[in-house]
T-cell receptor, first 114, second 112 residues
Framework: GQQLNQSPQSMFIQEGEDVSMNCTSS?????WLWYKQDPGEGPVLLIA?????ELTSNGRLTAQFGITRKDSFLNISASIPSDVGIYFC??????????????FGKGTHLIIQP | DGGITQSPKYLFRKEGQNVTLSCEQN?????MYWYRQDPGQGLRLIYY???????QKGDIAEGYSVSREKKESFPLTVTSAQKNPTAFYLC???????????FGEGSWLTVV
């Protein structure tokens, strides 16, 4: 099925640094979602975006729904050790019927170096 | 507590066996989904259901079967026809619109 291009694939950062990751596609999306997955656990929903241009924050996390409706980014400010994990973007295609849910990126693996 | 409960967390299957993974939700969601996760491949949709007694194949349905006899329950059976079943399986649910999905904690299946 349709894939989202999520980048970077992995990030090695120092504690306290800001983080930025994004998802892009050639298709138009109605919804963008960002999830975090810890090892051996299910993804947890961080932020949901339902309108083009929407900018939403959740604590140190900020995400935006691109105005072209083909991309989204997630920023994490002042990273801490518990931010380590895999971050997934997901979107609902405008062209899809919606019944089969979301299209997922392959994830960004965030690693914090001591 | 509201949520999605998957069981068991860890399951071992012998060659030629069918195994069933349980998924129960008390969020009153109409839609339920099963995903498979392999390292480096992201999430792949196995089956989904929008209503009781109805379900649809996803991208990788071969070797799997599901049922939806109750709104709250969507068990997944991994049959012996699935050639490479070792993976992390995720159940999810959400509203009928399909624009938001919430995940369970996942089940690890290993073939021994």
């Amino acid at each position: 099925g349709q894939q989202l291009n999520q980048s970077p694939q992995s990030m090695f950062i120092q504690e306290g640094e800001d983080v930025s990751m994004n998802c892009t596609s050639s298709s138009i999306f109605n919804t963008w979602l960002w999830y975090k997955q810890d090892p051996g656990e299910g993804p947890v929903l961080l932020i949901a975006l339902y309108k083009a241009g929407e900018l939403t924050s959740n604590g140190r996390l900020t995400a935006q729904f691109g105005i072209t409706r083909k991309d989204s980014f997630l920023n994490i400010s002042a990273s801490i050790p518990s931010d380590v994990g895999i971050y997934f973007c997901a979107g609902q295609l405008e062209s899809g019927g919606g019944a089969d849910g979301l299209t997922f990126g392959k994830g960004t693996h965030l690693i914090i170096q001591p | 507590d509201g949520g999605i409960t998957q069981s068991p967390k860890y399951l071992f299957r012998k060659e030629g066996q069918n195994v069933t993974l349980s998924c129960e939700q008390n969020l009153n969601h109409d839609a339920m989904y099963w995903y498979r996760q392999d390292p480096g491949q992201g999430l792949r949709l196995i089956y989904y259901s929008q209503i009781v007694n109805d379900f649809q194949k996803g991208d990788i349905a071969e070797g799997y079967s599901v049922s939806r006899e109750k709104k709250e329950s969507f068990p997944l059976t991994v049959t012996s026809a699935q050639k490479n079943p070792t993976a992390f399986y995720l159940c999810a649910s959400g509203p009928l619109s399909g624009n938001t999905i919430y995940f369970g904690e996942g089940s690890w299946l290993t073939v021994v």
